[in-house]
């Protein structure tokens, strides 16, 4: 079964040493328009979440990839719940960081919970499913029913 790329989970202590290429980290409360040119230099981009219950950076996630086009790594900052992160995932992240109270092996379970979505998402505009075939339809994930047992 061929599923979606997922979202690469970090611990706090590998994410200090992850500087290598060029970053831009982006405040809560910026325009990501207003820094397209530094967005299209950058490898990654770092969108911060103060607390959980701010979500500007789901905003500003959808900007960076959809708008702009940005095709390297989108991060997740700050205070990111293990609850969070499918969404995170489907807004376009790729990658978070994850408190150091959190296992990363704890988070990845929650994530291959859900396989399918009838829904696209910022990176597949299409619905995908757990088919593997990007084909997210009733008929794809359900067997047909007869008509006495609908």
């Known amino acids: 079964m061929k599923t979606p790329a997922r979202i690469r989970l970090l611990a706090a202590h590998d994410h200090a040493g992850d500087a290598a290429a060029p970053i831009l980290a982006l405040p809560n409360d910026a325009d990501p328009l207003a820094y397209a040119a530094d967005i299209s230099a950058a ?68 994530l291959e919970r859900f396989t399918g979505f009838y829904q696209g998402d910022v990176v597949r505009g299409a619905p995908y499913g757990g088919t593997g075939t990007g084909d997210a339809s009733p008929a794809s994930v359900w067997p047909a029913q007869s008509p006495e047992g609908a």
Do not use: I, N
Request: glycine share 8%; hydrophobic share 40%; no cysteine.
């Open 43 to 110: 490898a990654r981009v770092e969108l911060h979440f103060p607390t959980f219950t701010d979500g500007r950076a789901y905003s500003q996630a959808y900007l960076v990839r959809r708008r702009l086009g940005f095709q390297g790594d989108l991060r997740a900052t700050g205070e990111v719940l293990v609850d969070q992160l499918m969404q995170m995932e489907r807004m376009g992240f790729s990658s978070a960081v994850l408190d150091e109270t959190v296992a990363v092996e704890d988070a990845q379970r929650q």
